[in-house]
Structures are given as C-alpha cells and as structure tokens.
C-alpha cells in the first residue's frame, strides 16, 4: 500500500470513528487529499489546529476564500468553528483533508473538485494509450533523468512551494506596476503582458508536471484580459490620458500602475492555483470558465475598492 493510500485509509476511519458517518464521497475525499500536494504528510501541516486563531483564518483566507471562491463575511468564521466541534473539541487528529471535505460539503462546492478527477483520468487515459502505441524502451540517460526528478519531487514540500510561488507573484506583480508608469500608451500595456508571461512561466517550472507553453499562456491571459467588459474600456481611456502632456502621465500612470499589480498578482494566484491543484497547461474549458469567474469577480471587487 502506498503512502498516499495509508492516508486516505486514515482519513476514512477518521469519518467512521470520529464523526460516526459510514456514507461519504470517497472520491471527492481523494481529490481534496491529493489538491492538497505533500502537505498531508507533513507533520505540522497534515493536521488543523482549531485553537489557533492564526490557523483558522489561514484556512479561511487560502481555502474557503481563494480556493472555493467565497465571499469573506462572518459565514465562514462560523463555519470553521462548526466543523472543528464537529469534529470533537478532544480529538487532536483533526486531517487536513477530512477538515476541507466538511467545508466543500457545507458550502456545496463539490463541483470545483470534478474537474481535478476528470485531468487525473485524462491523464491516466492518455498515459495507457502512450504505452499501448509505444514499443521503444527508456534508454539509461531517461531513467537516470526521471529517477532525479522523482528525487526532486520528493525533497518538495508545500510549504516550500507556496513561499516560493508567493515571492514570484509580488516580484512580478510590483514588476508590471512599474512597467505601468511608462509614460507611453500601449507600451506599457505591452510591457505589462510581458512581466505576466514571464511570471507564469516561473510558476510552471516551480510544478515538476507542468510544461510551460507561451502560445497557450497568452491565449488564457487574453481570455481572462477580455471578459472585463468596460472595466477594460475605462482603463483603455485612462491610458490614452497619458498622452496630454504634464498631469496626464501623473494621472494615467498611476491608474495603470495599480490595474498592472493587482491583475498581475490575481492572475499569478489563479495560476498558482490551478498548478497546485494538479492542473496543467492544458486546461478544458470547464476549469477556463472557472478562472475566468474568478479573475472577473476579483477585478470587479478591486475597481469598487478603489473607486
């Protein structure tokens, strides 16, 4: 039995035991588990510390929030509280993903994870057929090299990963504020998407499965960039105002300048996201929509903010 499988094992004897349920969704609770990356078997980060007050808005903010995509108001506070009674005050083995699949049931968020199985079956489907049609075996050169990126793997952690995708996302969002001060129409526009590429390319190579494609990138950020409707139209104004000479690269810029750091790091999070959830760069058009939501509801809130 793997490592893997002995944690699922775990968390389902958590549902019988503990919370004295014999009827759940095994499947969602393998695909929360595995969207959850190595953290699961990481001592500190495999349990929730319902006492910690720190812990508890870090799942609100990172999980309910970023990850299911609710909007922050009392509700959730509650519901963490609700579920960490449930899962008994006494038991110091509250599992991490036994603890996200009560919110996802709670908040009817089932559906977000439907489309990290569907990849995992794809993926699985496309890998039987690449064998069934492939009669050339590994050469030594390949093995050594897939046997060090297994190690590589490995030697990962989740917390490791989220600081380091954390630190990319600011570098590269404070990147396009400053391309957005360029006192030039439309080349700062230019400039900005050019920092946004870069940074989902460094996000890609942080996820040992994903393989960065720049057509495809663009393609998503466009798609993302064009369902802002006249958010976009208003912004496309305020860049023209750079032209007038004196206040208007004060005013213009500054305007850019704040739209190339918030879009920039809201796009980075959606990606960081979606890598870390298992997705690849080959994204179906079922999880696009859901980005695209996301990028909009987020850029809607921002503009309101600032308004």
Known sequence: MSKFDEAIELYKKSFKEKLKRRKFDEDLLVAIAKSLGPSIYNKDAAKVSCSSKKEREKIKKSFLIKKLGLADDPSLDEAIIEVCQAMGTSNRNKYRPVFYYLLVEKFEKQALFITVKQEEKNAKASAKKAKAKSKVKATATEKKSSSKAEEKRKEKNTTDISTATEEIIQKHALGAAVAGLVPIPLVDMVAISGVQY??????????????????????????????????????????????????????????????????????????????????????????????????????????????
């Not at 040992?208 to 960039?225: G, Q, R, Y």
């Not at 739209?259 to 990606?271: D, H, P, Q, R, V």
């Open 198 to 307: 870069k940074m989902i390319k460094r996000l890609s190579e942080e996820y040992d499965h994903v393989d960065f494609t720049e057509e495809k990138t663009k393609s998503v950020v466009a798609v993302l960039m064009g369902g802002l409707g006249s958010f976009e139209a208003g912004l496309f104004t305020r860049i023209l105002f750079k032209g007038i000479p004196f206040f208007g690269p004060i005013i213009g810029g500054t305007a850019v300048s704040g739209f190339a750091y918030y879009s920039t790091k809201l796009i980075g999070e959606i990606f960081d996201q979606h890598f870390g959830s298992g997705g690849t760069m080959a994204i179906e058009d079922v999880t696009m929509e859901k980005m695209k939501e996301t990028f909009r509801f987020n850029m809607k809130k921002w503009r309101t903010s600032t308004e």
